[in-house]
């Protein structure tokens, strides 16, 4: 039997090494003739998504731009204006530089007015708050078929538009036909079975917080009730180990981890409440004599009832910036709590 023996042919391990080597920098270069690969950004995106968030908030702002910022712009140009009904018919402008807002900060009724604002504000928001977070604690507490039916209660409540909400308060303390009064008289008040709630300013302003407090709470509770789904159930059952009540577990266990939730919602609600109009106005008209005008009435009472437009605008003006102070006192707090975390 004949064998045929052959050459074989080894390859060291180096000029294996140097064509692996060859073959990596064939594909990063593309070769001599090849086309330079591009570079990556660091983050590994593409300017398209990074622009991406941008573009889908660019339609939401050219909205609120067109419809809140134009009118703010034409609101601020008014306040340096004198425009009554005369510069209205006869179609002048006349321009008086910080006369309007001369004449409000020196205004004894301007200061009343603002003064009245900022405790109609404090007296809503404690009892929204307050009410807000105990209806949120119950409702964490109940089964599901009452938690149920008591969600659906807030939502009705929530949702009902302001002016008919306003209109209902309004016909249940009507002094002659009005539900409050018949059952006052019916458990025995009998004086008052015919009073009169707009009469004075206490009754009024009592009136308009029941209102408002009413269809505040339930934005509250909600978002009570959703902070308190996030505390673990471990933290709850520690306090009650060390003899915590329910006023202990409160002040050690749910405010600290909810502490964010309730600045966020106070801060909101400071505002709802500080540029109140329709239940203000639609309850009394800013009456008797003026006694329960806010800020917001103020102004449309000063600039479109009474035509003297420029001067409404410096109010508008003048609200404006006071929201604005309480929203950087805000901002800081809240950037203050992010460096504490």
Request: proline fraction near 4%.
């Amino acid at each position: 039997m004949a064998v045929h023996s052959g050459r074989v042919h080894t390859q060291s391990p180096d000029s294996g090494k140097a064509a692996v080597a060859s073959i990596e920098t064939s594909a990063a270069g593309g070769g001599a003739k090849g086309t330079p690969k591009r570079a990556r950004p660091a983050d590994g995106r593409s300017f398209g998504a990074k622009a991406a968030p941008y573009l889908l908030l660019l339609p939401a702002t050219v909205a609120t731009l067109a419809l809140l910022g134009w009118p703010l712009v034409k609101t601020v140009l008014l306040s340096f204006q004198n425009l009554n009904k005369r510069q209205l018919i006869t179609h002048v402008t006349e321009w008086n530089g910080f006369d309007n807002y001369k004449e409000q900060l020196t205004d004894p009724d301007f200061w009343s007015v603002t003064g009245r604002t900022v405790v109609f504000t404090l007296v809503n928001v404690v009892l929204i708050m307050v009410g807000g977070t105990l209806v949120g604690l119950l409702l964490n507490r109940l089964g599901k078929k009452m938690r149920l039916v008591l969600s659906v209660g807030l939502l009705m409540a929530w949702a009902m538009p302001v002016v008919a909400a306003t209109t209902v308060y309004t016909w249940l303390f009507d002094q002659q036909w009005g539900v409050v009064n018949w059952f006052l008289d019916k458990l025995g008040w009998h004086a008052m079975a015919e009073y009169n709630w707009m009469s004075n300013q206490y009754s009024t302003f009592f009136v308009i917080i029941l209102l408002i407090v009413w269809q505040s709470i339930p934005f509250v509770a909600f978002n009570m009730y959703a902070g308190l789904t996030t505390i673990p159930k471990e933290l709850y059952e520690a306090a009650r180990m060390d003899g915590a009540g329910a006023f202990k577990i409160f002040g050690s266990v749910v405010f600290p981890s909810l502490k964010p939730f309730f600045l966020a919602t106070s801060f909101l609600e400071v505002i709802w409440v500080f540029k109140a109009f329709t239940q203000v106005y639609a309850i009394n008209g800013g009456g008797p004599e003026n006694l329960t005008r806010n800020l917001p009435v103020h102004a449309y009472l000063e600039g479109s009832s009474g035509q003297h437009y420029g001067i409404g605008s410096a109010i508008a003006v003048l609200t404006i910036l006071m929201l604005g102070a309480l929203m950087a006192y805000y901002f800081r707090i809240m950037l203050k709590q992010e460096d504490e975390l």
